[in-house]
Nanobody
């Protein structure tokens, strides 16, 4: 069992930045690839970014490439999502999740999920 707690969400203007954190407890954090997903209002959950167990490989949705950066600190059991140049369409609840196999963009491969943190970007 892994418990995940996201933080760092909030309200910002278009062009602003936010840094999300996801703190993990329970099983060994470094066993898992980690991903960030988001669910915009009235829409399905979608992939944002993922990172390998050691942090040496990453994967991004096209919509966030060049603006968002995923990273992790295995010593702190934490994964981060640095979000720059935010747009109103980035408004969503952001979730982190663990992947015991890889760092794919497929939500079905992720087994533990956090409760989410709200990000709102005003125009």
């Amino acid at each position: 069992q892994v418990q995940l707690v996201e933080s760092g969400g909030g309200l910002t203007q278009a062009g602003g930045s936010l840094r999300l954190s996801c703190a993990a407890s329970g099983r060994t954090f470094s066993w898992y690839g980690m991903g960030w997903f988001r669910q915009p209002p009235g829409k399905e959950r979608e992939f944002v970014a993922a990172i390998s167990r050691k942090g040496d490989n990453t994967n991004y949705a096209d919509s966030v490439k060049g603006r968002f950066t995923i990273s992790r600190d295995n010593a702190k059991n934490t994964v981060y999502l640095q979000m720059n140049s935010l747009k109103p369409e980035d408004t969503a609840v952001y979730y982190c999740a663990t992947n015991p196999i890889n760092y794919s963009d497929q939500a079905r491969q992720y087994n533990f999920w956090g409760q989410g943190t709200q990000v709102t970007v005003s125009s």
